[in-house]
């Protein structure tokens, strides 16, 4: 390998490399429009194109493309490559600053909730500059944002660089009132990405792994993670080169990978980048998951994005670190060492516990799919609850506050009473794993997201309803006569009204949930129950305030993750049938069948055969019963509603009952039936491959 500084974003057109390559001026007005969003002028576009186009050349890249995030949640891209005949039987590598700035990929298939009529099916990408090109497999990605013609968005990326700018421009607001004049917040993002990979032998064999994700059938194994010997285990030699070609492959492509470790269940690790901007963390974190895909096949392993591929051990989420920066590199969730840092403080906490209470929907919402349904609530990840964890001294703090009294120290180190409020204690580490959204020092972590969501999403909202909670605080703030007295009675009265989404008590527990209930919190266990109320008045008013969606954008991305939930569901019903069909009842039944002839030869020649006899019946009764249920989840299937709404809530009340009534006949039955003659790899098989 190359030495680690120099294969650090070889492969990406960053600042280093505009330097160099790109005439000054150029360069300048490059960096202008990067920072401050001004149009590229066409001429600029034309010789920024150029020198892209020659150093990717240069790295090998032949193609290039628009590289987008659309509402399925994984990027797309279309590759054309450079050339261009020259009219006399040769080409010319050519790129023009047109094709930089925009593009037009055929959009009619991709989701749009009915955004684009067929007669106007073009959208367009954008490039977004505030994201670096990058080369990737010989092509030159050129991130983009994606719109339909009509300028409505049609992807990921675009309300998040909105929902950026609003959290930025109250953020700036904010800080002024404390005499500071920054240009700038951002809102930063380390996601920490959870995966496992098994043997590629076994992902063959499994048709559910493949084509839904996770497995369907599988009894457990008797080894799960009860031992606890998996976190933080020393790490498979083969699972090890992989990890080094992962990081490789990623710090090529400027992606500051930094962590690397087992996880809980058997075969889970987890990958921990450095944090960065949350637009090129979010561009990052979809890279990462598809360079995860294709280093493993490398080293002959499948790595399983799903949130729940295997029934009885832990599941994969995505811890979202999130916080916000100013331009001067300030920290506005670090504590700080004076009072007047804490009240500046202690006002971005207040505005971030006001935006988590008010918009728990959103949240909630924003990390539902039909995988994740199987983690959140499950006793190893959040509950479907939103609460957030600060940890006991800062409670503390806060309930003083509240309580107009001097905070107790909690032993650990003093806390004074500054000006305006309480110093705080220095060193938060206390941990709730719990938690669905915990301080942990200087950040906020939000633990509910699935393994393989796009993280836009839920920082669009999360950005958003800080925006919110900012503006209506500032518009208070500003008028102040008295600023110290008008600040401290405001986050008096905030927290005293948002106290009840603080809970520092076990997440897990049965106390909790009816805790919860009577503090009035939200409790959406199923997709199905969160995702209608992306269109509530409320939610419609907050996006609307903050230019991210109008009504008719917001109803059509509720539209299309109903839809894609229901969709996965019968993906899953069908798979499920057609395996039962065609590999378990026929496996279950060509066993009994040997049984039978054994008991008849026994029997012929006069021996008992009473366990034979007893096996044969058990399992010939079994896979009756599996049968039924067979025909139930079959005609569940057929009778799904057309209406994708009514589709969503009978796959959650209706098919996914059906599915596991089958499934537990089926797992069943692998335990009696001879490991021979069953037709998949087991749990133990592929949790605990050589
Ligand atoms: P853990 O939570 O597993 O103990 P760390 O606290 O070290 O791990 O960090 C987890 C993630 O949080 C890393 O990706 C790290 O870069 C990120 N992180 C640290 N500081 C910030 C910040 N200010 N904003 C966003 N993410 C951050
Ligand atoms: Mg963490």
């Keep these: 390998m190359k030495q680690i500084p120099e294969l650090f974003g070889s492969m990406v057109f960053n600042d280093h490399v505009m330097r160099q390559v790109l005439p000054k001026t150029v360069y300048k007005s490059l ?69 930089l700035v925009k593009g037009e990929p055929d959009a009619s298939s991709f989701p749009s909730g009915g955004l684009r009529a067929t007669f106007e099916a073009r959208g367009y990408t954008a490039w977004d500059p505030t994201s670096y090109a990058f080369i990737k497999d010989d092509t030159l990605f050129i991130p983009t944002a994606f719109c339909s013609y009509t300028g409505q968005i049609l992807d990921k990326k675009t309300p998040l660089l909105r929902s950026m700018d609003a959290v930025s421009k109250e953020a700036v607001r904010t800080l002024k009132l404390f005499g500071k004049a920054v240009k700038r917040v951002t809102a930063t993002i380390g996601p920490e990405q959870e995966y496992f990979l098994i043997d590629m032998k076994d992902y063959a064999k499994r048709d559910d792994i493949k084509l839904t994700g996770r497995t369907l059938f599988g009894a457990p194994s008797p080894k799960g993670q009860e031992k606890e010997d998996h976190y933080f285990g020393s790490i498979r030699p083969r699972v090890k080169a992989f990890m080094a070609e992962l990081d490789e492959e990623l710090w090529k492509l400027g992606i500051p990978s930094k962590t690397e470790h087992n996880e809980v269940a058997p075969c889970q690790h987890e990958m921990a980048p450095v944090f960065e901007t949350a637009n090129i963390a979010t561009d990052a974190n979809q890279l990462t998951m598809e360079v995860m895909k294709q280093v493993a096949e490398r080293h002959g392993f499948a790595c399983l994005l799903h949130e729940k591929p295997f029934e009885g051990i832990n599941g994969s989420g995505k811890h979202n670190n999130w916080s916000l920066s100013t331009d001067e590199g300030e920290n506005l969730l670090d504590p700080g060492k004076t009072p007047s840092e804490n009240a500046q403080f202690i006002l971005f906490l207040t505005a971030i516990i006001k935006a988590v209470d008010d918009y728990q929907d959103l949240l909630r919402l924003s990390v539902a799919s039909a995988g994740n349904d199987h983690r959140l609530g499950a006793n190893e990840a959040p509950p479907a609850i939103l609460s957030i964890f600060v940890g006991d001294e800062l409670e503390e703090v806060i309930n003083s506050i509240i309580e107009s009294r001097t905070a107790k120290s909690g032993g650990r180190n003093k806390i004074e009473l500054g000006m305006v409020l309480p110093r705080l204690p220095q060193d938060n580490s206390d941990r709730n794993r719990t938690s669905p959204f915990a301080f942990t020092g200087n950040k906020f972590e939000f633990r509910m997201l699935g393994s393989s969501f796009n993280i836009a999403c839920t920082n669009t909202i999360l950005n958003t309803a800080v925006a919110e909670s900012l503006r209506l605080f500032n518009d208070e703030l500003e008028g102040a006569e008295d600023f110290s007295k008008a600040l401290h009675s ?85 798979t499920m049938l057609e395996m039962l069909n065609k590999d378990i009842v026929p496996a279950c039944i060509s066993y009994s069948n040997k049984l039978a002839k054994g008991i008849a030869m026994k029997k012929g020649i006069g021996i008992d055969a009473d366990a034979e006899l007893r096996l044969c019946r058990e399992i010939s009764s079994s896979v009756s019963t599996l049968l039924d249920k067979v025909e139930t989840l079959a005609s569940d299937v057929k009778e799904t509603p057309e209406d994708v709404y009514e589709a969503a809530r009978f796959s959650a009340d209706m098919i996914i009952p059906a599915m596991e009534e089958a499934r537990s006949v089926a797992d069943h039955l692998e335990t009696i039936v001879d490991k021979k003659e069953w037709p998949m790899p087991t749990y133990t098989d592929i949790l605990f491959y050589c």
Aim: proline fraction near 2%; charge should be negative; charged fraction near 30%.
């Design 31 to 99: 960096k202008r429009t990067m920072q401050e969003g001004t149009a590229l002028e066409s001429d600029v576009a034309d010789v920024v194109a150029a020198c892209m186009k020659d150093w990717a050349v240069s790295k090998g890249a032949t193609h290039f493309t628009h590289w987008f995030q659309p509402m399925t949640g994984i990027t797309a891209e279309k590759h054309d490559s450079f050339i261009t005949p020259d009219g006399n039987g040769n080409v010319l590598m050519d790129f023009s600053g047109k094709e």
């Design 490 to 574: 405001l986050i008096r009265r905030e927290l005293t009204e948002h106290r009840r989404i603080l809970f520092n008590g076990n997440g897990y527990s049965k106390e909790w949930e009816e805790e919860a209930e009577r503090r009035g919190l939200l409790n959406y266990k199923k997709t199905p129950d969160a995702l209608v109320h992306y269109t509530d008045e409320k939610n419609i008013k907050l996006f609307r305030i903050h230019g991210i969606y109008t009504a008719e954008e917001l109803k059509s991305r509720e539209e299309i993750l109903i839809d894609e939930y229901q969709k996965q569901i019968h993906l899953e019903a069908t």
